[in-house]
């Protein structure tokens, strides 16, 4: 295993090369090719809320595994449309895209933010070239006096990294010139 | 004295979500980037305000529940603030809930625990418990934007993964699930804060639910190694200083006791 995925696997992880190989897992435990049992405390980064393996999970995945899996989103199929209906009944939601990820969520919300602001202009002129197309997130300043020597070197490399920032564009201000602790 | 830090928000690493995500070396080997974004500073309603521009924003994006960022509650006078800001320059207000959604902040929505609603919420991570899915929940107004063409995705949708993600829904929304969730979390906090109760690098145990953090004021990196040879996984968040807790949301109270015991030894020898 370690020889194929270092001989054929991009290495975007960077897993050190004696880090354990899980094999499987049941409930809040994972054991390793070795036998080495471990208590997760990571659920897969916060996926596996039901732990591994858990018996409803795995009844759905074979039900399902064995009946259709896949058939585009050329045609209808029910647990997408039930699975919408219960995410929209539980919260504000009226309405469910569905992707892969989480990053293909946050593509998406781009997507749907800039449309909606595309109709929302033309509903008001249908003539209007112009609209909101732009994103604002948050950055969390954290106030600590232990790392204040630390903090200060690295003023100079955020300055810098904002000069780096090219082209400014008439929305993009540069963060205030506090310290920036760089990992 | 005082320094300062700035944690990450995380959204993604794909070129239109990378915009969104703070840390400089996820984003500067593949500049250039999208123009057009601004960053703005957690809980300072001014710096939102001069970010968030009407006819310039289209969308604002938060984490309710910073995950990556460092584990920080909700602040519902920060994201209350926030929606009225959004709603007077017309741009939608986006909760990012792939990593505290669906329960593991001890509410369903991590949005709920301060009742502040957003236009549109995107969620992934536990939604169908292990395989591959995300969702972006919108309202009807922004949902009556999109036309049929406008978007789309191969694999989305499709019976297997919403297969489970139902029987997780289903799990997650039962009766008496969120209890453990609300138990297990204070559990914990509260045996992390007793066991750490007097050493010096550890600055707060803080969380929602069950996704805790501990802050400490050197580097959390070298715990994770040795908690995985003590039999436990666990992960960083924030500037490296800070320890990660995301159990599967059906960890016991035994399993609880014995994550607690092994982090304090291993804190208490740092």
């Known amino acids: 295993m370690r020889r194929d995925e270092n001989e054929c696997v991009v290495n975007t992880y960077g897993r050190a090369l004696d880090a354990p190989v899980f094999t499987h897992g049941s409930g809040c435990v994972m054991w390793d090719s070795d036998g080495n049992r471990y208590l997760d405390f990571c659920a897969g980064i916060a996926v596996n809320v039901l732990g591994h393996s858990d018996p409803d999970w795995v009844e759905a995945v074979c039900e399902h595994a064995g009946k259709l899996c896949h058939v585009s989103n050329l045609y209808h199929t029910e647990p997408g449309a039930t699975l919408a209906r219960k995410l929209t009944d539980t919260c504000f939601a009226d309405r469910v895209f569905y992707c892969n990820s989480g990053t293909e969520a946050n593509e998406g919300a781009i997507k749907f933010a800039r449309k909606y602001q595309m109709a929302t202009a033309k509903a008001k002129d249908e003539s209007a070239t112009e609209w909101a197309t732009e994103t604002v997130s948050f950055r969390r300043v954290l106030y600590t006096g232990s790392h204040t020597t630390a903090s200060t070197m690295w003023t100079p490399i955020l300055k810098d990294f904002c000069r780096r920032l090219s082209p400014p564009t008439p929305r993009f201000h540069s963060p205030p010139s506090t310290p920036f602790n760089a990992n | ?270």
Not at chain 2, 66 to 77: C, R, S, T
Request: include cysteine.
């Open chain 2, 1 to 270: 004295m005082y320094g300062t830090t700035l944690s990450n928000c995380f959204h993604g690493r794909t070129l239109g979500s990378l915009n969104l995500t703070w840390k400089e070396a996820y984003r500067t080997p593949f500049a250039p980037l999208s123009p057009g974004h601004a960053f703005a500073t957690y809980g300072d309603l001014d710096s939102a305000r001069s970010a968030i521009v009407k006819g310039k924003t289209a969308a604002v994006f938060v984490e309710p529940v910073q995950g990556e960022g460092g584990i920080f509650p909700a602040d519902g006078a920060f994201l209350s603030g926030l929606k009225e800001i959004c709603d007077d320059a017309g741009a939608l207000l986006v909760f990012d809930e792939v990593q505290c959604g669906l329960g593991r902040t001890g509410y369903l929505w991590g949005h709920q625990s301060v009742g502040v609603t957003p236009d549109i919420m995107t969620v992934a991570k536990p939604l169908a418990g292990g395989l591959p899915i995300g969702a972006v929940l919108t309202t009807q107004a922004v949902a009556d934007a999109i036309a049929p063409g406008d978007h789309g995705s191969t694999f989305a949708g499709g019976p297997l993964v919403c297969g489970a993600a139902n029987a997780v829904f289903d799990r997650v929304n039962s009766p008496g699930f969120m209890e453990n969730v609300v138990k297990r979390g204070e559990q914990l906090r509260s045996g992390l804060r007793a066991k750490l109760e007097g050493c010096d690098c550890v600055k707060e145990v803080r969380g929602s639910g069950l996704l805790v953090g501990v802050q400490l004021d050197v580097p959390a990196g070298p715990l994770v190694g040795q908690a995985r040879d003590r039999g436990l996984l666990i992960l960083t968040a924030g500037a490296g200083d800070v320890i990660r807790l995301l159990p599967p949301l059906v960890v016991s109270e035994e399993e609880v006791d014995i994550a607690v015991a092994i982090i304090a030894d291993l804190v208490k020898a740092l």
